[in-house]
């Protein structure tokens, strides 16, 4: 293939990947972008593409990179007149240190290891309840939706119950912070969209008012105390606390949400993979990294250079608009071979799934230990699984799972 081919289809995967909807199957851009160079400079969208697995792992810890949806909000005149990206620049995802430094030093005060244990015998029943009614609901032979009984309720009342929402609030706040989310990307939404996040956040925003006013009365074990105390010991200002709390309510179910249905959805497609995996109940956590791998939950993150930085073969200048595309990295053949099986034993290193560097993912820990708990569950409660009708994918630009995914169970 010429050089002029492989920009003029470069380019196209550009298109494709940064104008919505997502596509379904986004892998062949991310193919068609590294062929060209696991470091693309795309001249109508003035950014880097990165894809090469080597390159995004190394750009996530290098220190002259600030971060690009902070930059990419602001690039929207007023910004400041919207509730949704007020409240987002403040999120640790949008900042830079030593702001984020600072908050995640605060965050992960509360969000420890020992807090996540603590939770695995609730996550254990959840996922014994949920089951029990997806049974129940399959048992007629009609099929059922993955997403509407399992992907999204599970992980949004496991994070409930860590920050000590009411169990009965969690699906409004999910449908709420859903909102939220669509301007998280940068300029790929809607003004109708806009105007409902805003609408959304300000509802968002009065319910955690009123749970910190409540944990200040009647602290408990929960992190929204632990974060109300920290946050007043340290003379946090209160759009930061109400910024850290909902970012962490996001982060307790985005990834999970995400990796659920759409590895569900890519057990059904390599049926090898799950019998190996009901005959193999030990390889389940290395089989919870390829899923991460095969099909990354949140495909990527962008930064801005701040510095000069060297990224494989090019010398990039300050204030150039960098996007890490995660999910291409995952899928790089220089790191791993034959990239687009699934090989639930693989043994090829690290994914860059969760990120790196500063931005590591703050929510790993915890989405691991829901899905090595979910999935064995899962696929040994259900001797057939498999889809049903045409599934409906998410569409938002950055993320890959599902809106609707129905199964016939038996």
């Known amino acids: 293939m010429s050089t002029d081919d492989l920009i003029q289809e470069a380019?196209?995967?550009?298109?494709?990947?940064?104008?919505?909807?997502?596509?379904?199957?986004?892998?062949?851009?991310?193919?068609?972008?590294?062929?060209?160079?696991?470091?693309?400079?795309?001249?109508?969208?003035?950014?880097?593409?990165?894809?090469?697995?080597?390159?995004?792992a190394a750009a996530a810890k290098m220190p002259n990179m600030g971060n690009g949806p902070r930059a990419a909000a602001m690039r929207r005149q007023g910004w400041e007149d919207h509730e949704s990206l007020r409240l987002f620049m403040r999120a640790l995802v949008t900042l830079d240190p030593p702001d984020h430094t600072h908050l995640r030093g605060l965050a992960s005060k509360v969000f420890t290891p020992a807090a996540i244990r603590r939770v695995q015998p609730s996550i254990e029943r959840m996922v014994g309840q949920r089951l029990d009614e997806l049974a129940e609901r399959a048992s007629g032979g009609e099929p059922v939706d993955l997403v509407e009984l399992v992907a999204s309720p599970f992980p949004v009342q496991v994070i409930c119950e860590l920050l000590g929402v009411p169990a009965e609030q969690g699906m409004l706040f999910y449908d709420l912070a859903n909102d939220w989310t669509r301007v998280w990307g940068g300029g790929?939404?809607?003004?109708?969209?806009?105007?409902?996040?805003?609408?959304?956040?300000?509802?968002?925003?009065?319910?955690?008012?009123?749970?910190?006013?409540?944990?200040?009365?009647?602290p408990g074990e929960d992190l929204l105390s632990g974060l109300v105390k920290v946050g007043d010991e340290s003379r946090l200002p209160p759009d930061d606390l109400m910024a850290l709390a909902t970012f962490l309510f996001?982060?307790?179910?985005?990834?999970?949400?995400?990796?659920?249905?759409?590895?569900?959805?890519?057990?059904?497609?390599?049926?090898?993979?799950?019998?190996?995996?009901?005959?193999?109940?030990?390889?389940?956590?290395?089989?919870?990294?390829?899923?991460?791998?095969?099909?990354?939950?949140?495909?990527?993150?962008?930064?801005?250079?701040?510095?000069?930085?060297?990224?494989?073969?090019?010398?990039?200048?300050?204030?150039?608009?960098?996007?890490?595309?995660?999910?291409?990295?995952?899928?790089?053949?220089?790191?791993?071979?034959?990239?687009?099986?699934?090989?639930?034993?693989?043994?090829?290193?690290?994914?860059?799934?969760?990120?790196?560097?500063?931005?590591?993912?703050?929510?790993?820990?915890?989405?691991?230990?829901?899905?090595?708990?979910?999935?064995?569950?899962?696929?040994?409660?259900?001797?057939?699984?498999?889809?049903?009708?045409?599934?409906?994918?998410?569409?938002?630009?950055?993320?890959?799972?599902?809106?609707?995914?129905?199964?016939?169970?038996?």
């Open 11 to 56: 380019e196209a995967a550009v298109v494709a990947l940064s104008t919505p909807p997502q596509p379904p199957d986004p892998y062949p851009h991310y193919a068609a972008l590294r062929r060209a160079n696991p470091v693309y400079y795309s001249e109508p969208l003035q950014a880097y593409a990165v894809t090469g697995y080597a390159e995004v």
């Open 188 to 218: 790929n939404y809607s003004d109708e969209e806009l105007a409902k996040a805003d609408e959304s956040t300000v509802e968002l925003r009065n319910y955690f008012d009123a749970l910190f006013a409540d944990r200040r009365r009647k």
């Open 250 to 410: 996001v982060a307790g179910f985005e990834t999970t949400t995400n990796l659920i249905s759409c590895g569900v959805w890519t057990l059904t497609e390599n049926p090898d993979q799950l019998d190996l995996w009901r005959e193999r109940p030990d390889i389940t956590p290395g089989a919870i990294e390829e899923l991460i791998r095969h099909g990354t939950p949140i495909s990527g993150t962008a930064r801005v250079s701040t510095g000069p930085v060297r990224l494989g073969d090019k010398e990039i200048p300050a204030g150039q608009l960098i996007f890490l595309m995660t999910a291409g990295a995952n899928r790089d053949p220089r790191q791993f071979p034959d990239p687009d099986k699934l090989i639930l034993t693989r043994d090829d290193g690290p994914h860059a799934g969760f990120g790196g560097g500063p931005h590591y993912c703050l929510g790993a820990a915890l989405a691991r230990m829901e899905t090595q708990v979910l999935f064995p569950a899962l696929i040994n409660r259900f001797s057939v699984i498999e889809v049903a009708g045409e599934p409906q994918w998410r569409t938002a630009t950055g993320l890959h799972g599902f809106e609707k995914l129905e199964l016939v169970l038996k």
